[in-house]
């Protein structure tokens, strides 16, 4: 079983796939949905569930783009986010207003608020900035050195938090975007306020896996003997 909450946002997934919302919590029908429900995150305002045939669903406050479903529209029930279909995604993450999820083959895609850069799609591959955009629906990541030439690698492992987002490369780099009002990228709050595009902090061969806290940042290391 696993429980997830942000905030007065709550959801429960039973070992038989079964999802339930609320505080006093409520069954979500999902017969409709694809496969067993394997997963469960949440954000702010939104839901999101992965089944076991790789497809993702969400419903909630589609106001700030999160729902990944191309409109505002608020949805009661888990809809498939069709960008995605025929692909198979392994992982979700849910921001606070942002979506990440994580295909088979290592590509990860993104949707959602972008207030902070919290997407870090910004100035690709040395493009003349305009602003901060946000994405209506999931759209592929790609990842730049300081030199804007692209990163040919496979992402390992995503985490999110509120409005900021970090990756794990194939090469066991740890990569950044978005807020860092209290260092949660990696980088001094003084001298980043926030970082638009992914930008590397981070490498250690021994790293495993990554998480984040609304405000925090966490990278999980193998002992070595």
Not at 46 to 51: A, Q, S
Not at 82 to 91: D, Q
Not at 121 to 130: D, R
Not at 185 to 201: A, D, M, N, Q, T
């Amino acid at each position: 079983m696993k429980v997830v909450a942000t905030n007065n946002i709550f959801i429960y997934l039973t070992s038989e796939g079964n999802v339930y919302t609320g505080q006093l919590p409520s069954y979500v029908d999902t017969e409709h949905c694809f496969g067993k429900v394997c997963d469960i995150v949440c954000g702010y305002e939104h839901y999101m569930l992965l089944t076991d045939e790789g497809r993702v669903y969400t419903w909630g406050n589609g106001r700030r783009l999160q729902l990944g479903h191309g409109d505002l529209t608020n949805l009661e029930l888990p809809t498939e986010v069709e960008a995605l279909a025929g692909i198979k995604i392994v992982k979700i993450r849910a921001g606070g207003w942002h979506s990440l999820a994580l295909s088979d083959c290592g590509d990860l895609y993104l949707w959602g608020w972008n207030d902070t850069g919290q997407l870090g799609m910004e100035n690709k591959g040395g493009q003349e900035k305009k602003g901060l955009k946000n994405y209506t629906l999931p759209t592929l990541v790609d990842v730049y050195d300081e030199n804007d030439q692209l990163v040919d690698l496979c992402v390992k492992d995503i985490a999110c938090g509120t409005r900021h987002t970090a990756l794990l490369l194939e090469d066991n780099t740890v990569w950044t975007s978005g807020c860092n009002k209290y260092g949660q990228l990696g980088l001094p709050p003084e001298r980043h306020e926030k970082i638009e595009s992914f930008k590397k902090v981070f490498y250690d061969e021994g790293i495993t896996n990554i998480s984040c806290g609304p405000w925090s940042t966490v990278v999980e290391l193998q002992l070595q003997k």
